[in-house]
């Protein structure tokens, strides 16, 4: 937890006011375009100047903090910001280091709200393509290369296998191919990675995605409220985008296949159409993507001329 950077992160940023709500977001990476566009489509807009730390809600009372995202754990513990949206990999490992360094009322104070649908990836143990891998005993011995070791040793001690952790900070994956390591434990997503370098995934530790956290606010019922509200938007807006509304012509003895077919369909509105009794327009909101595949299964039960289209906002 890179507490060593509190005070710098202090003197950068506005005396804390007590009905603002601070949201740490990651300044540079994976995560930060999306963090961004999340918050806007909740309707949040900031006065944002290129290299700032710290940005100014222009039409709520929340302000944005911008850093690395290793440090958005300790910030929230630490009481330097009210929420965070971070990867649960970042979050799982520093609530695992402060326990293991004897702090775990840090990891408590912390709480995972809800996951934000973006920054998929897990946490996998690999070896190198070659190794015959049948079990995890096989891993008895060895040594593996991670940058999250206080993740990968909980995970070793409650298998009970006696593994060498050494922490790299990047490039985690040549580790093997260097001879400094048997193994690695990374972040997968697609998996490109770990071909490119000729690894193997054996085992996934964590399953994880962006997510927002929040520290207690039992006591801030002000910033607590405000959260509160945003939560709803979040929610809303979460909701909105896997929400499609669909609009198809089909025979209308199949109107309960329909329903059946697409994923999450309301009750839907079924209008007659010009010049025939045997077809009708059928409309319906589903609260789940709908894939190809579920248009194929319409066509082949007699739908044509599907659409479906964006929801841009609802409330329910
Ligand atoms: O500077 P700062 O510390 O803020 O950023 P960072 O370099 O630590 O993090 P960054 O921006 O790389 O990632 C931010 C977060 O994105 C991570 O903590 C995860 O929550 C999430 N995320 C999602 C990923 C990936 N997918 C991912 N694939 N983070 C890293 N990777 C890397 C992985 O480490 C490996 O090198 O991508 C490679 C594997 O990808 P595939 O697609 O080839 O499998
Ligand atoms: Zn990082």
Redesign the pocket.
Known sequence: MALSAAPGIKAAIPKMAKERLRIAI??????TDKSLDLLSRCGLDFARSKDALFCFGRNMPVDLLLV???DIPGFLAEGICDVGLV????AAEKACASFFSGKPSQAKTVQRVRGLGY???RLSIALPQEYAYHHLGDLQGMTLATSYPALLQKFLDEQKIEARVIYLSGS??IAPRLGTADGIC?????????AANRLQEVHTLLE?E?ALYQRDLSAETKKQNILNVLLQRLNSVLQVSASKYVMLHAPASQVAAITQILPAAESPTVLPLEGTTQRVAVHTLCRENVLWEHLEQLKAIGASAILVLPVEKMLA
């Open positions: 990651q300044k540079s990476g994976r995560l690395r995202d290793d990867g649960d990999n970042v920054g998929a990836c985690v994956e990374d972040l997968v997503s697609s998996g490109a990675t770990l994880s962006a």
